[in-house]
């Protein structure tokens, strides 16, 4: 059973940049693939950013590439998505997940997740 626990949400301003981090207990992320997804009111969760098992691939969302990078630590066994040029848009709930141990292919749909952090808001004023 995979924890993941999100530090780094908060308040900024448009441009500015953010770093967020996410501590997976349990397995090493190397086992599996992990992501970033958001979720703003009365919308869609929406992929952000994955990685896959063997940190050799990563995908970005539409909506952030050129401005996210996520990357990961294998031996802090955290993940992180750091942030640039952040507009108004890019507020929202964001969340870590992980695949099952195992499943090292990168996914962007939500079901092929199975453990979730519990989200750290990030609010970006204009």
């Known amino acids: 059973q995979e924890q993941l626990v999100e530090y780094g949400g908060g308040l900024v301003q448009a441009g500015d940049s953010l770093r967020l981090s996410c501590v997976a207990s349990?397995?090493?992320?190397?086992?599996?693939?992990m992501g970033w997804f958001r979720q703003a009111p009365g919308k869609e969760r929406e992929f952000v950013a994955g990685?896959?098992?063997?940190?050799?691939?990563?995908l970005h969302g539409d909506s952030v590439q050129g401005r996210f990078t996520i990357s990961r630590d294998v031996p802090k066994n955290t993940i992180f998505l750091q942030m640039n040029s952040l507009k108004p848009e890019d507020a929202a709930v964001y969340y870590c997940?992980?695949?099952?141990?195992?499943?090292?292919?990168?996914?962007?749909?939500?079901?092929?997740?199975?453990?979730w952090g519990g989200g750290g808001q990030v609010a970006v004023a204009s």
């Open positions: 997940a992980a695949r099952a141990a195992g499943s090292v292919a990168l996914a962007t749909a939500p079901e092929c997740y199975a453990y």
């Open positions: 349990g397995e090493t992320i190397s086992n599996y693939a």
């Open positions: 990685i896959n098992g063997r940190g050799s691939r990563t």
